[in-house]
């Protein structure tokens, strides 16, 4: 089981990985996997305190050399700081943690009026990387409004996040400012490889452990 904290890139809940994860091991008879916020030794040597049995990492493996995420779109993570993100219900009405982009500022500070305009922009921008036509879209937008009690801004923003969002990951698209992102992109300023971030965090995790047996 993986128990993610709300450091965590994407969909979060509000408790800290902290206090969540020792809650969640105390609680189950299965292995559980800490998420949210790792990115070094000292994390998985924590995680390990709390009871998990290791660490899963979203933001981290994203910045490395090997990801296949486009290069305009790692410079604005490494560029982002520790409040660079923001966790809203604004993309797709469930808490998302998010780079803090002009466009998620906007959807923040906007009232129903102007978060229906700009999710209009949104959904013209969809309609250009999905394809889908317009007739298609209000029959898809139809039903969520009915089905899921969801008002029209909210609708347009939802059924476009997950195209949105591969647009930004996958074709750079930046411009569109919809980026899922753990806060921990705050501390992270490299982009080693897959092997050399591994071998670094357990080249750390073990020079930790030896620090806390001498603290002993
Ligand atoms: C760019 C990005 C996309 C993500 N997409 C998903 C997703 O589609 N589904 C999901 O369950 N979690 C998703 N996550 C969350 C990760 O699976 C993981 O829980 C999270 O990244 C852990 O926190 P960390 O980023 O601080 O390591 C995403 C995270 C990022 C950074």
């Known amino acids: 089981m993986i128990a993610t904290g709300g450091e965590g890139g994407g969909h979060v809940g509000a408790v800290p990985t902290s206090l ?3 809650q969640v091991a105390a609680a189950v008879d299965i292995p559980v996997i800490a998420a949210g916020g790792f990115f070094d030794g000292r994390g998985l040597v924590a995680a390990l305190a709390w009871g998990a049995a290791g660490v899963a990492m979203g933001t981290r493996f994203l910045l490395t050399s090997d990801s296949p995420v486009a290069d305009e779109v790692k ?3 490494l560029a982002a700081g520790l409040d660079g993100t923001v966790v809203t219900r604004r993309v797709d009405g469930v808490p998302h943690r998010v780079l803090r982009t002009t466009m998620v500022d906007q959807l ?4 129903r009026l ?4 700009r ?3 949104n959904a013209a921008a ?3 990387v999905s394809g889908m036509g317009w007739g298609e879209m209000l029959r898809q937008g139809r039903e969520m409004h009915r089905g899921w009690g969801l008002g029209w801004g909210q609708v347009l923003m939802t059924a ?4 949105l969002l591969r647009a930004a990951m996958v074709d750079g698209r930046t411009d569109l400012g919809l980026m899922s992102s753990g806060q921990v992109t705050g501390l992270i300023d490299d982009l080693p490889s897959c092997a050399e971030l591994i071998e670094s965090i357990m080249a750390e995790a073990g020079a930790t452990l030896d620090r806390l047996r001498r603290v002993r």
């Open 20 to 22: 969540l994860v020792p």
């Open 75 to 77: 410079r604005l993570y």
């Open 108 to 111: 923040e500070r906007g009232g």
């Open 114 to 117: 102007g978060a229906l305009v």
């Open 119 to 121: 999710s209009a922009r």
């Open 126 to 128: 969809f309609r250009g």
């Open 160 to 163: 476009n996040t997950p195209v």
